[in-house]
């Protein structure tokens, strides 16, 4: 089951009301300020109790916050800007009459097909096509194998020594 | 479909035949020097030159494989002592697990040499090369380098606080002609076996002294279970190419068409030039290992055997006579 496939939950926001969430948010500031409990209670006039149930709620608040993100819904939404980014390159292509036109906007679309490949890549929708195999665990145990490995690393330097001024 | 292409990490490659070495060590002695003209570039010399002398790879070969316990490379100036004897040490700590090497120089400029041909510096070959760094066990310096595998080397000027400390199983003296002897006789304590590891003196000098203790070493070898690695100029030396013609060259006089199966690194054009610039004595003594040069010495024809005899009046009772 894929990302997007996934049944989102609804968002657990504390029942707050706007002001005392406004509060909430101003009192995390306080807090990263460095601002000590008993300070923070004297400028809202509030006991210290309940500034540290406004700071667990606040916490509350920000993992509600993260849970309500739909992951599918902001990867279909940047999907789409680049969709429609490169729909928009594609017609102003079509309607260029000048050349050099034409080419910058060829340019434009290939640039921003790679990034949105790489944009599918990062997001785990498309794999990624491997480039190179890295050659390791070779088996060295082996004589054959060894002396091959040996006469390649001769060669190299060799060659290194050769083309040094 | 793309085409895959192999990507072979040299570096890579070369970490995991340092790491196969480590652990399974090297199938025969061919396969050691390999590795080092692989890794360091070195071509050690394997030519038997000389017939009466001993090629340097021979000494590489015994020495890392512990076929002898104590030696004496007894070599020309320029001949690679200190160089294989970094490059000995070096191979030792590496592919030893627990094995500690004290190395102590004729002089602090000695000492340093040595050195400087682990890491590079000033005129040193830089046997410590980044394929080897992962194996540091922090900063590498001269008084203590440790590794990985818990080898240890000491670099130190011989003094009679030198010698003393902790007892390593491989002591390497360079140029001990520059030894006092006191301080000698106390380094031949140092050396113990341990874990597994055979003790060991390796000398490495020149012998420049008429009566100096290279000498004294030499001549008692024998005796003390000291084996000789002896080389001079024209087992290092390059190979000579064909287009040199022996008749017209200078140094035929002691080459005598040698250097024709040479394989060494010694320059031929800096051996004609040195031998112009020095005496016969000098060149003998210092470039072909003949014994030193009685130059300088005020009776050039005193003999320990023929000059010194016991006192004939050492045993006579008091008041006789």
């Known amino acids: 089951m894929t990302s997007s496939e996934t049944p989102q939950s609804k968002p657990e926001i504390p029942p707050i009301s706007r002001l005392r969430q406004q509060r909430i948010r101003e009192i995390q500031d306080l807090f990263d300020t460095g601002l000590k409990v008993s300070e923070i209670a004297k400028i809202y006039g509030i006991s210290e109790r309940q500034v540290r149930r406004d700071k667990e709620d606040g916490k509350a608040f920000d993992r509600a916050l993260s849970k309500a993100v739909d992951q599918a819904e902001v990867l279909g939404r940047e999907i789409r800007s680049y969709e429609q980014a490169m729909r928009m390159e594609w017609r102003s292509y079509r309607l260029a009459t000048n050349p050099f036109v034409k080419v910058a906007c060829m340019r434009n679309l290939i640039a921003l097909k790679e990034k949105y490949i790489k944009f599918l890549q990062g997001a785990g929708l498309i794999d990624k096509v491997p480039e190179q195999i890295k050659v390791t665990g070779l088996p060295m145990e082996d004589d054959e194998v060894r002396s091959a490995i040996y006469a390649v690393l001769e060669l190299v330097r060799e060659k290194i020594e050769e083309n040094a001024p | ?321």
Not at chain 2, 15 to 24: A, K
Not at chain 2, 29 to 38: A, D, H, M, T, Y
Not at chain 2, 89 to 114: P, R, Y
Not at chain 2, 277 to 299: A, H, K, N
């Open chain 2, 1 to 321: 479909m793309t085409n895959l292409e192999p990507d072979l990490d040299l570096a890579l490659v070369r970490r995991e035949l340092i790491e196969h070495h480590r652990h399974r060590g090297f199938k025969d002695p061919q396969e050691l020097l390999r590795f080092i003209k692989v890794f360091w570039g070195l071509r050690v010399p394997q030519a038997q030159v000389c017939p009466e002398h001993t090629p340097p790879a021979q000494y590489i070969m015994d020495t890392f494989f512990e076929k002898v316990q104590d030696s004496v490379c007894w070599a020309n100036r320029g001949g690679g002592k200190t160089l294989l004897g970094a490059l000995s040490t070096w191979l030792d700590t590496v592919f030893k697990n627990n094995c500690a090497t004290k190395i102590l120089g004729g002089s602090l400029e000695q000492s340093k040499k040595m050195y400087q041909h682990l890491t590079g510096e000033g005129d040193g070959w830089g046997l410590v090369t980044e394929d080897f760094r992962y194996l540091l066990r922090g900063e590498m310096l001269a008084a203590q380098t440790a590794l990985i595998n818990k080898s240890n080397i000491n670099i130190l000027t011989a003094s009679s606080k030198s010698v003393r400390g902790p007892h390593p199983q491989i002591l390497r003296l360079d140029e001990i002609d520059e030894f006092d002897d006191k301080i000698y006789e106390a380094a031949m304590l140092i050396p113990k076996t341990k874990h597994g590891i055979k003790a060991g003196v390796q000398i490495y000098s020149t012998m420049h002294k008429a009566y100096g203790l290279m000498n004294r070493v030499i001549t008692e070898a024998a005796l003390s279970g000291y084996k000789i690695y002896k080389w001079c100029v024209f087992d290092v030396m390059e190979k000579c190419p064909d287009w040199r013609e022996c008749e017209a060259c200078e140094l035929w006089e002691d080459c005598q068409g040698k250097a024709k199966i040479a394989d060494g690194f010694y320059s031929i054009e800096n051996a004609i030039s040195e031998k112009r610039r020095v005496s016969r004595d000098t060149w003998l003594c210092e470039m072909l290992c003949f014994q030193p040069s009685q130059e300088g010495l005020i009776y050039k024809e005193f003999d320990i055997n023929v000059h010194v005899v016991s006192d004939p009046f050492e045993d006579e009772p008091e008041g006789a006579g």
